[in-house]
């Protein structure tokens, strides 16, 4: 079957709860027809993550503390690194062969403090 993916959802509000991210890094977002700038890749880590996963298969704890999210913003922002931020209205799809990539769009990145 194609296309399966456009009837999933990703609800990035309640994953983001109990989470903090810390800024490592920008880059800019190129169109790879034209090469000209579309916006802005905003990398990140999840410093914080109190959300309740529940326990593996293996009876270990689920975390992803420390997991990197890339967020993309469609303009050009200058956001410096090791700063907390907060993505706002964040669009988010999973992928990946086993269904565990995340590609997640921002409107814009808000800078909350330095660490």
Not at 25 to 54: C, H, L
Not at 63 to 90: A, G, H, Q
């Amino acid at each position: 079957m194609k296309k399966l993916s456009k009837f999933t959802s990703f609800d990035f509000e309640a994953f983001s709860e109990g989470k903090k991210y810390l800024s490592t890094g920008i880059q800019p977002m190129k169109d790879p027809e034209t090469g000209n700038r579309t916006g802005t890749k905003v990398a990140s880590v999840i410093i914080k993550d109190r959300t309740d996963y529940g326990i593996s298969e293996d009876g270990t704890k689920v975390s992803n503390l420390f997991e990197k999210i890339v967020f993309k913003v469609p303009k050009i922002i200058d956001i410096p690194i090791n700063v907390e931020i907060i993505p706002i209205n964040p669009v988010a799809k999973v992928w990946g062969e086993f269904q565990n990539q995340l590609s997640v769009r921002a409107d814009d990145i808000q800078v909350v403090s330095k660490q």
